[in-house]
């Protein structure tokens, strides 16, 4: 037998396109206004950061291993059992695990054409097969999710809204999803937007995790609540999944700083109040504004919005790009995510903005940055 010259690393590891974070840099001198990694522009919530601030005094001590009073705070919010709560770093590691726990060679994990990024790493990355569901007019499309469907499939991950286009499908239509799968398949519902969306017939999934054995909801404190720097998240989840990730999860993998600043950001519903009527009132004028100059915009209930670009030279997504960041307005490109003449746009403060919409104009007008 011949050995290796090297370790190798398990099937599926090289197969990964690594994560690439949106751009955070300007050029030198010119204002930066970062509009490619959906933060938003309200910050955390006061509270958050005194409390902190506050923990900074026992930095010397290990944080609560079951973030016990951070789990007791969103049950509080949301009307949960805490036992039946999980907190990790960011929703991403819970998805990490979920795969972990629920995913390896021979299995396969399904989600929808254009699905967040980690859904594939995290299948790849414990040896399953990424299986890919085309969407509908940039939306989950259910039908296509069921036929892709086989006795391999483990995991199903819906993000509802979706990242990077914005859309969502429609709770009945979740609940055609779930009641088409095996019970022996995960669904996945990654709801890390689902504080912005104001829909009639939207639902985070919440209802659907407490009458099955068979759902989970991740949620995450980076987007509305602005905490992306301290990464928390959290999974709802039936009380045996939970147990699950519980024994594979690290044993302080939420430090105690960021509990303090989760505890204080959920609790403060004022703050929350304003980041979303500052995206609902940008959003749709954005929206407009941006139709106006011409461009396609994906309708989103997210805090984003997915543009199109003229297929035609010099007009193109990655010259716009290029454009834009000449001008200190940085966008998220979509290569990445199959939409190579589309960019992804956060929403931002009135300034940033305003500073992308005239960007956009001195664009398409052809003048120079």
């Given at each position: ?348 403060s009135e300034e940033a903005n305003n500073a992308v919409l005239d960007g956009l104009q001195a664009f398409l007008a052809g003048k120079a940055p």
């Amino acid at each position: 037998m011949t050995v290796p010259a090297a370790p190798q690393p398990r099937p599926g590891i090289l197969s990964i396109d690594a994560y690439v974070p949106g751009k955070s840099k300007a050029p030198a001198g010119v204002k930066l206004h970062k509009l490619s990694s959906n933060e938003t522009p309200l910050g955390p919530s006061p509270r958050a950061i005194e409390a902190y601030i506050a923990a900074a005094t026992t930095l010397e001590l290990y944080p609560d291993g079951t973030a016990e009073k951070l789990r007791q705070a969103i049950a509080s919010r949301y009307g949960l059992d805490p036992a039946r709560i999980i907190c990790g770093a960011g929703s991403d590691e819970l998805l990490q695990l979920l795969a972990h726990a629920y995913l390896g060679p021979g299995d396969e994990g399904l989600y929808s054409e254009h699905g967040f990024l980690v859904y594939k790493i995290a299948t790849l990355s414990n040896g399953a097969t990424p299986v890919v569901a085309k969407e509908k007019s940039l939306m989950t499309d259910v039908d296509a999710m069921l036929a892709a469907v086989t006795p391999r499939t483990r995991i199903v991950f819906l993000a509802n809204p979706n990242n990077p286009t914005g859309t969502y499908i429609p709770f009945e239509e979740v609940k055609r999803l779930h009641a088409g799968l095996p019970s022996n398949v995960l669904l996945i519902l990654d709801a890390a937007y689902a504080e912005y969306v104001r829909r009639n017939d939207y639902s985070s999934g919440i209802e659907l995790v407490a009458t099955s054995n068979n759902v989970v909801m991740t949620r995450t404190f980076s987007k509305i609540h602005g905490l992306a720097n301290l990464r928390i998240g959290w999974l709802y989840g039936p009380a045996a999944i939970v147990d699950v990730l519980n024994r594979i999860r690290g044993p302080f993998n939420v430090n105690g700083p960021s509990i303090a600043a989760g505890i204080a950001a959920i609790e403060d519903r004022e703050h929350e109040d304003k980041s979303v009527l500052h995206n609902a009132h940008w959003l749709a004028k954005m929206t407009a504004a941006l139709k106006t100059l011409g461009l396609g915009v994906t309708p989103s209930v997210g805090n984003f919005v997915l543009l199109h670009f003229p297929d035609e030279a010099g007009k193109r997504a990655p010259d716009a790009d290029t454009f834009l960041t000449a001008r200190g307005v940085i966008l998220r490109r979509m290569e990445a995510y199959g939409l190579p003449n589309a960019l992804r746009l956060t929403i931002g403060s009135e300034e940033a903005n305003n500073a992308v919409l005239d960007g956009l104009q001195a664009f398409l007008a052809g003048k120079a940055p």
